[in-house]
C-alpha cells in the first residue's frame, strides 16, 4: 500500500524506526499489536493535521445588495477562504466560477430553470442560501425560507393594519424577488403595492399619492432614507416590517420608527454551509445535512442588547 505520508514522518511522531513503520504499513508481520497501534494512531493525527492545514475556496454567489457583511459571518476557525460575488446575473456568475479554481459553491439566486442548470453543470459542492434548489443539484441547503419569511411579513402588516385602508411602500423589490412573492401571497387582494427603489423615488411616490400606510423593506436598505421622506412629504405610516437587523435598521426599531425586523442569523447559516462544504471533502466526519432555519421576529421590545 502507498504510505498515506512520509515514512520518516509518521516514524518520528510514533517514535519508532522507519523500518518498523514500514514492516507496519505494509503487513510485513513480526510487529506487536501496540507497536501497530501506535503507527495508526500516528498516522491519524497527521490526517488531522493535514485536513487542518488544507484551506478551501468557497465562491458566494449572492444578490447585488444582500447582506455587506457576509465575509466577516463566515466563521474565522473553518479553514475556508470566500470569494464573494455580488450579481444580478446568478446563472452568468455561476458559469464564471465552473471556470476557475473553486472548492465549492454557496448561492442565493431565484430558482430559475437558468440558475439550475448552471448548478448543474458544476464539478463542485453547492450549497444552497435561504432559496433551494432540486436537491439533486446541490448537497445542502441552509438558511431561512425566503418565500415564507415574505408571508410573515405581510402576516405581520395585515395584522396592524387590520381592517384599515391603505397600501404598502415596498422598496427594493428586484433585490429578493422570493419574498416579495411571499408578500403578495398573503396581503390583502385590496391593497395595492407601490415598488421604489429608495428614499427619492418613495418620496415621489408619497407626493402622488396618499394611500399609502405601510412599508416593507424585503432587503438591505436605506430605511432611514425612507422614514426621512415620510417625514419631508409630512405623512405617517401605521407600520413598517424590514429585514436585516443592520446598523441602518437597529436604531429605528429601537425608537419605534420600525414597527418589526425579520432577523437572519446569518452566521449560523453559513457556518452550517461551511461545514457542508468540509464534510462534503472529507475534512470533517458525519453526515451532510441541510439546516433549514426559521426567520426571527424582532421588535423594539426583543432588540438583541449588542
Known amino acids: 500500500m502507498k504510505p498515506p505520508h512520509r515514512i520518516q514522518e509518521i516514524a518520528a511522531r510514533a517514535g519508532l524506526s522507519p523500518a518498523t513503520v514500514d514492516r507496519v504499513l505494509h503487513q510485513r508481520g513480526g510487529v506487536r499489536e501496540s507497536t501497530a497501534g501506535r503507527v495508526h494512531q500516528a498516522i491519524a493525527e497527521l490526517d488531522r493535521e493535514s485536513a487542518t492545514a488544507r484551506v478551501l475556496t468557497i465562491d458566494l454567489v449572492l444578490p447585488t445588495d444582500f447582506g455587506a457583511d457576509v465575509p466577516a459571518a463566515l466563521d474565522p476557525d473553518l479553514p ?16 464564471q466560477v465552473a471556470r ?8 442565493l439566486a431565484p430558482p430559475l430553470p437558468e440558475v439550475a442548470d448552471a448548478v448543474a453543470r458544476l464539478d ?6 435561504n432559496v433551494d434548489l432540486p436537491a439533486g443539484k446541490r448537497i445542502a441547503h441552509v438558511g431561512v ?20 385602508a391603505g397600501d404598502v411602500l415596498v422598496v427594493a423589490e428586484r433585490a429578493a424577488p422570493q419574498r416579495v412573492a ?6 390583502g387582494p385590496a391593497r395595492r403595492l407601490h415598488v421604489v427603489t429608495g428614499p427619492d423615488q418613495a418620496r415621489a411616490t408619497l407626493a402622488g399619492t396618499h394611500t399609502v400606510r405601510a412599508v416593507y423593506a424585503p432587503a438591505a436598505g436605506d430605511c432611514a432614507g425612507v422614514v426621512a421622506a415620510f417625514a419631508a412629504e409630512r405623512r405617517n405610516y401605521d407600520v413598517f416590517v424590514a429585514h436585516g437587523l443592520t446598523p441602518d435598521t437597529l436604531p429605528l426599531l429601537r425608537t419605534q420608527q420600525i414597527s418589526a425586523v425579520l ?43 449588542s
Open 80 to 95: 475556508i477562504q470566500s470569494r464573494v460575488h455580488r450579481t444580478d446575473d446568478p446563472a452568468g456568475a455561476l458559469g
Open 100 to 107: 476557475s479554481r473553486s472548492d465549492g459553491v454557496i448561492v
Open 145 to 164: 425560507d425566503d418565500f415564507e419569511a415574505g408571508a410573515t411579513a405581510a402576516y405581520l402588516v395585515e395584522q396592524w393594519l387590520h381592517d384599515r
Open 124 to 129: 463542485v459542492p453547492v450549497v444552497t442560501l
Open 263 to 305: 432577523h437572519q442569523d446569518l452566521g449560523a447559516d453559513l457556518r452550517h454551509a461551511g461545514r457542508a462544504m468540509l464534510r462534503a471533502h472529507g475534512l470533517l466526519p458525519g453526515p451532510i445535512r441541510s439546516h433549514p432555519a426559521a426567520v426571527r421576529i424582532l421588535t423594539p421590545f426583543n432588540v438583541p442588547v
Open 182 to 187: 411571499g408578500f403578495r401571497s398573503v396581503l
